[in-house]
């Protein structure tokens, strides 16, 4: 890995320099602290201001390390796709992480983790979504301001009780993640293809991941299992227009077999799986005594009831309307002057309807 490739990736002529590389990565999420680590690695010329932002992007990684370890031994939820991917690159070219991605086994394990986060960092940002209703699954994604919130993402960690969600209508959700680390991070990225195109960071990955060795059939079997085929089949492609496969070439392989079966079963009648989004009534003190999110109806609008917040539902994409966003404050109050106490018999502390709602 070098700026050879990177120029060649975000399609920059050398002889443009490193300050367009660098103008050019800005447009391409994380790749910026990437460009910079081997800008670094190549004795590049660089000034302070640089230098501090490949710092921060530093100590934002291991803060993120910090805290999958932490919530891990704590509450059971482990890291899947990013910070995984991160161990397979070398010390002195970090891969950028742009988010933390966690996987809870429960429902319960989730907000014992979420409660952590909120209890120890400056969450200004609570999102949930619900996917299905029995089985139902929740995603919640926490943010927090960076050291410069101006300059630099805000720290960003998502948790859900299923490792991977599909597309909602032709790939379902798969709860579980199992297979070895690095097929693991395979499928991750492979996932990513249900909603984005790949991009450049994503053929840095497989170069890294081309490292290890892959068994060819079992991970074809593995990937196609996962339902998965198409989308890692145009993920190696891309990257072997820029990249040596290594031991993901046997597999990109075998998998042509799987491509054609896989889309036949999407092409099968599906019932859409509707997510419904959370908007942020108020954030409420801990309700440490509460294992899982509970639902209220309200009129014909429904309350999500959690132990760090209170949410208005509706599916995806719509936004209340100011009628009822009322309506839905005020069948919480109603439900504040009748729901029992907490086990304890203490009164249930709350606090006042978030301004980051």
């Known amino acids: 890995m070098n700026t050879d490739l990177l120029y060649r990736l975000l399609d920059v002529d050398p002889v443009a320099g490193p300050v367009e590389l660098l103008h050019r990565a800005r447009g391409a999420r994380d ?24 710092q921060r992007a530093r100590d934002r990684a291991d803060c993120y390390a910090r805290l999958a370890r932490d919530l891990a031994d704590a509450t059971g939820v482990r890291p899947i796709r990013d910070l995984p991917l991160a161990g397979y690159y070398p010390s002195d070219l970090p891969r950028p992480l742009g988010e933390l991605t966690l996987v809870s086994p429960t429902e319960a394990a989730l907000w014992q983790a979420v409660s952590r986060l909120v209890t120890e960092h400056p969450v200004e940002s609570v999102e949930v979504t619900l996917l299905g209703e029995r089985p139902r699954h929740t995603s919640v994604t926490l943010r927090w301001p960076a050291e410069d919130p101006l300059l630099d993402p805000w720290y960003q960690v ?184 907490t086990p304890d018999g203490t009164p249930r502390a709350r606090l006042p309807e978030s301004k980051h709602g």
């Open 31 to 54: 790749l910026p602290y990437l460009v910079l680590a081997a800008l670094v690695r190549e004795d590049v010329r660089m000034g302070e201001h640089a230098r501090a932002e490949l």
């Open 158 to 341: 998502r948790l859900g009780t299923a490792a991977l969600t599909g597309d909602l209508a032709t790939v379902p959700v798969r709860p579980y993640l199992a297979a070895d680390d690095h097929v693991e991070c395979l499928i991750a990225l492979a996932e990513e293809g249900l909603g984005r195109a790949f991009r450049a960071g994503d053929v840095i990955d497989v170069a890294r991941l081309g490292r290890k060795s892959f068994e060819p059939v079992e991970t074809a079997a593995v990937v196609a299992a996962y339902r998965l085929a198409p989308e890692a089949v145009a993920l190696l492609d891309l990257a072997a227009e820029h990249v040596p496969l290594g031991s993901l070439g046997g597999v990109r392989t075998v998998l042509e077999s799987e491509v054609a079966p896989e889309l036949h079963r999407r092409e099968a009648l599906t019932r859409p799986l509707r997510p419904r989004h959370g908007t942020l009534l108020r954030r409420t003190v801990i309700r440490h005594q509460w294992d899982e999110a509970r639902l209220l109806p309200a009129g014909p609008a429904t309350l999500l009831l959690t132990p760090v917040a209170d949410f208005l539902l509706a599916p995806e994409g719509v936004r209340p309307t100011a009628p009822a966003r009322a309506a839905a404050l005020t069948a919480l109050r109603a439900w504040d002057t009748t729901a029992p106490a």
